[in-house]
Structure formats: structure tokens, C-alpha cells
Nanobody
């Protein structure tokens, strides 16, 4: 089993640049892909960004490309989401997710591909 714990959320102002963190524990050696998803009020969970420890390549949703950056440390089993130029529409609960190796990048955005999820951290962007 793998446990994920997110931190770094809260009430932030538009235009600021907070960073979310996710620490994995347990059988982290089985994890090769990690990602951030988010779920806003009355909306479905959507993919934000993903990373694979195979080659540290990344992938982003169009809505955050150029504003958010995912990074991490495989040795520390930690992944970060650096957010910038925040907008009120970025308000959501942000979830960390982890999976075995996902060789097809087209599948990274599918929640069903991820076996492990954190409880989420609320990010509220005020204008």
C-alpha cells in the first residue's frame, strides 16, 4: 500500500505563486507515475499535471500549461506542484495521485489509471 499526504493549500490571492507538496509513504518503490488532479465546485475531477520517475518527463493540462510546474524527488518520494499566475477559476481541491508505470502518456490524465490518492488540499483563489 501507498499513502499520499498533500500540503500547501489554503486561501491565496490571484497572481500569487504557492507550492503544493505531496509525500508518499509505504511501498513507494512500486510507484513510477505521480500526478496532480483537481476538483472544483460542482465539477468533475480533472487532470492538472503528471510526472514519471522513468525519465522525469512531465505532462500538463492545457489550462495550466505555462503557469504550473510539476517536479519531485523520487528518492524522497515527494512531488510538488508550483503554481503561478493563479486565477479564481483555479479554486479547487487538489489531489495527489500515484500509479505504477504508465508508458502511454495519453493515459496519464485518466483518474482510473491511478491506484493511490491523497485526501486532497483545498486551494481557494481570491480575486
Amino acid at each position: 500500500q501507498v499513502q499520499l499526504l498533500e500540503s500547501g493549500g489554503g486561501l491565496v490571492q490571484a497572481g500569487t505563486s504557492p507550492r503544493l507538496s505531496c509525500v508518499a509513504s509505504g511501498r513507494t518503490s512500486s510507484i513510477w507515475n505521480m500526478a496532480w488532479f483537481r476538483q472544483g465546485p460542482a465539477s468533475e475531477r480533472e487532470f492538472v499535471a503528471g510526472i514519471t520517475w522513468k525519465d522525469v518527463s512531465t505532462y500538463y493540462a492545457d489550462s495550466v500549461k505555462g503557469r504550473f510546474a510539476i517536479s519531485g524527488d523520487n528518492a524522497k518520494a515527494t512531488v510538488y506542484l508550483q503554481m503561478s499566475s493563479l486565477k479564481p477559476e483555479d479554486t479547487a481541491v487538489y489531489y495527489c495521485a500515484a500509479a505504477d508505470y504508465l508508458p502511454d502518456r495519453a493515459t496519464w490524465s485518466m483518474p482510473i489509471q491511478y491506484s493511490y490518492w491523497g485526501h486532497g488540499t483545498q486551494v481557494t483563489v481570491s480575486s
